[in-house]
């Protein structure tokens, strides 16, 4: 049975995407949402089928509720067990099934109103190390910009105003770091 079309070996055929000219033969089809889209681009421009745009094609099965569900009575969740139910009262966690702290404080402080409904007992304790930094040496050809920091004979300096060649006790440049 004859065959309807040329093999195309020798063809020219332009990419669809950058329109550079290639052989046929080097050309690949692209496919988007798992269809073959009938458009032929070279090897630079090919790229596979995105998984993303295959969102709602398949059913998928996942159940975020339960079935019949029960609560935790094991909890006692008010009073000063727990939830604060009065203003001005404690809120402490004691025993049951979730002993945690909870509570909302913003760093820096609520507003007013908040003062005594939900106390926050978290707090952290801690101690800093040593903490280290070095520091460059002041030096009279190094032009320093306000907020710069330098030792000098064993103190350390910060410019408040831009200089050259002002040695770090010359006070209407530096300041005591």
Same mark, same amino acid.
């Given at each position: 049975?004859?065959?309807? &079309?040329?093999?195309?070996? &020798?063809?020219?055929?332009? %990419?669809?995407? %950058?329109? &550079?000219?290639? @052989?046929?033969?080097?050309? @690949?089809g692209l496919v988007v949402k798992t269809k073959n889209v009938n458009i032929l681009v070279c090897q630079s421009c090919w790229e596979p089928d995105q998984p993303q745009l295959q969102l709602g094609m398949y059913p998928v099965n996942d159940p975020q509720a339960l079935r019949n569900p029960r609560p935790d009575t094991s909890y006692n969740s008010s009073g000063t067990n727990g939830l604060q139910l009065v203003a001005g009262t404690a809120g402490f966690p004691e025993g049951g099934s979730r002993i945690y702290q909870w509570g909302w404080k913003p760093v820096g402080g609520g507003s007013s109103e908040d003062i005594g409904l939900t106390e926050n007992y978290l707090t952290s304790l801690g101690e800093v190390g040593t903490v280290m930094f070095n520091v460059a040496a002041w030096s009279a050809t190094t032009s320093y910009a306000p @907020?710069?920091?330098?030792? /000098?004979?064993?103190? /350390? /300096?910060?410019a408040i105003k831009a200089n050259i060649n002002h040695v770090p006790t010359d006070v209407t440049y530096w300041v005591v770091n």
């Open positions: 049975m004859p065959v309807s &079309f040329a093999s195309g070996r &020798f063809a020219i055929a332009e %990419c669809d995407r %950058c329109g &550079f000219r290639f @052989k046929l033969t080097e050309l @690949k @907020k710069d920091s330098v030792s /000098y004979s064993g103190g /350390y /300096y910060l």
